[in-house]
């Protein structure tokens, strides 16, 4: 059975950094891709970044490139987002997902974790 983590969410003033991690509970993790989504009160679950089950890929959002950086450990089964430079516009409750390749599109992805609440104070 397959199962992630997120952990890492909290407040943080605009400006602030958090780190998020996604810890998986399987045994091929390195074999997949990872993708991190947000979705904030009343709009639509969106794309942040992937990462190739490699970690040679990265792609980012337009909204969050400069400012993010996503990472991997596969001997830890863990992903990171380092979160730089937060904006009140980041507010939202993130998700890490796991899938067979690296995209944009969520449906992408077979597997979902619970989310993490991330706000930014203005």
């Known amino acids: 059975q397959v199962q992630l983590v997120e952990s890492g969410g909290g407040l943080v003033q605009a400006g602030g950094s958090l780190r998020l991690s996604c810890a998986a509970y399987?045994?091929?993790?390195?074999?997949?891709?990872v993708g991190w989504f947000r979705q904030a009160p009343g709009k639509e679950r969106e794309f942040v970044t992937s990462?190739?089950?490699?970690?040679?890929?990265?792609a980012y959002a337009d909204s969050v490139k400069g400012r993010f950086t996503i990472s991997r450990d596969n001997a830890k089964n863990t992903v990171y987002l380092q979160m730089n430079s937060l904006k009140p516009e980041d507010t939202a409750v993130y998700y890490c997902?796991?899938?067979?390749?690296?995209?944009?599109?969520?449906?992408?992805?077979?597997?979902w974790g619970q989310g993490t609440q991330v706000t930014v104070s203005s």
């Open positions: 990462i190739t089950s490699s970690g040679s890929i990265r």
């Open positions: 399987m045994r091929t993790f390195y074999n997949v891709a």
């Open positions: 997902s796991a899938g067979s390749k690296a995209s944009s599109d969520s449906s992408g992805y077979d597997y």
